[in-house]
């Protein structure tokens, strides 16, 4: 018999039978936990478990928000809504349960190694009519699965159309195959002739910045947060606010596989980027800048390719720069991953409402990879 729960914290899970369900996952328990920890406002983190005897068969992160539709536009659209808003401030925000994380690049369900396809699908429907049961019991209305990569929407998508769930394109997943020897074949073969032009142009500005990698940032994390918030306002699209103690979360529960880079002019900071990685992949969580200083000297390029370089040194096929801004990213060379959306509220009324206004919640950048 399998057990369903939904537990509070993800120390009342064993580190290594999450580990096995996600096998390979850069994101893991250790990372998680430091979301968990860092007490970003307005969630509520929760982890779905489904368990045989003392076994964790099946498992994903979760959690509780006080969800703004119009979260994901931009322009004119967001402006006309936030009118909207102010004048009807509960209308478009709904208590949202919703399967995955908001810190983490992809979604879905970690599964035992040791089950079979028939024994996940299976697996798969139960718990999704056990996560609907529990969105009903914490009184929320809209209930949402986030970032689902490509494969796992083609292997378990007509199960989330059986349960009445509707889709929605995510923001791809951009990423960079680390398949050339040097920085010198990386710009040979996988830049145009323009692009590598401008590259050899804006590289110069090395000279002039000093870059230090650190995995201990205390003394400077206020600049940090600084940067952070310069860079999170100058952005539409925002979701979670992160905290002090995500960046030093991260870098304490990971280790041997957590960094930030801090670039400098003189003594002053103008940029850090945290980082992420295993043996094979580098994930580019956050990179924050000074927005007028941090132009002049190219210093998102200047991370990019200090980036590519920590790869290339360290034998990581492959560099994983996250999601939004993908035309420098495309132009640099890198590849975008579809992610979807799933959706459904429990009022079918508004689930069709929701349907019919979701290609205007999606983000202008899923919609032009879309096209």
């Avoid at 322009?75 to 919703?98: E, H, M, Q, R, S």
């Avoid at 599964?111 to 718990?127: M, R, S, T, V, Y």
């Avoid at 142009?201 to 201990?216: G, Q």
């Amino acid at each position: 018999m399998v057990e369903f729960r939904v537990l509070g914290s993800l120390h009342e899970i064993d580190k290594q039978q999450w580990d096995v369900c996600f096998a390979g996952e850069v994101e893991n328990y250790d990372y998680l936990l430091a979301v968990e920890e860092s007490a970003i406002t307005g969630f509520s983190f929760k982890y779905l478990t489904a368990w045989e005897n003392r076994t964790l068969r099946a498992v994903t992160p979760m959690f509780l928000n006080n969800y703004s539709l119009d979260t994901t536009l931009q322009g004119v659209g967001k402006k006309l809504v936030a009118n909207i808003k102010n004048a009807f401030p509960k209308l478009l925000t709904l208590k949202l349960a919703c399967l995955g994380s908001p810190c983490t690049e992809r979604g879905g369900v970690g599964f035992h190694p040791h089950l079979n396809e028939p024994e996940k699908d299976i697996l798969f429907a139960e718990l999704l009519g056990y996560f609907e049961t529990y969105a009903a019991s914490q009184g929320c209305r809209l209930l949402g699965i986030k970032d689902i990569p490509e494969p796992f929407h083609q292997r378990f998508g007509a199960h989330f159309q059986g349960a009445g769930f509707s889709t929605m394109p995510a923001m791809p997943t951009a990423w960079l195959d680390i398949d050339f020897a040097s920085l010198d074949d990386y710009l040979r073969r996988r830049l145009s002739s323009g692009t590598r032009k401008d590259m050899r142009r804006k590289l110069r500005s090395f000279d002039h910045v000093r870059v230090e990698c650190k995995t201990a940032i205390d003394d400077v994390l206020p600049k940090i947060m600084t940067l952070y918030f310069d860079t999170r306002n100058r952005s539409e699209w925002q979701f979670e606010e992160l905290t002090p103690g995500y960046f030093q979360g991260v870098l304490a529960r990971m280790p041997e596989r957590s960094f930030c880079t801090l670039y400098y002019v003189g003594d002053q900071l103008l940029a850090a980027n945290l980082l992420i990685h295993d043996k094979h992949t580098l994930i580019d969580k956050f990179f924050c800048m000074n927005a007028e200083h941090g132009r002049t000297y190219n210093l998102y390029f200047l991370s990019w390719f200090t980036n590519v370089r920590y790869c290339l040194k360290h034998g990581l096929i492959r560099y994983q720069s996250g999601q939004a801004y993908y035309e420098n990213k495309l132009r640099l060379g890198s590849r975008l991953t579809r992610n979807a959306i799933y959706f459904k509220h429990r009022n079918v009324l508004a689930q069709g409402l929701l349907r019919f206004a979701a290609p205007l919640l999606a983000a202008d950048e899923t919609l032009k990879l879309s096209a």
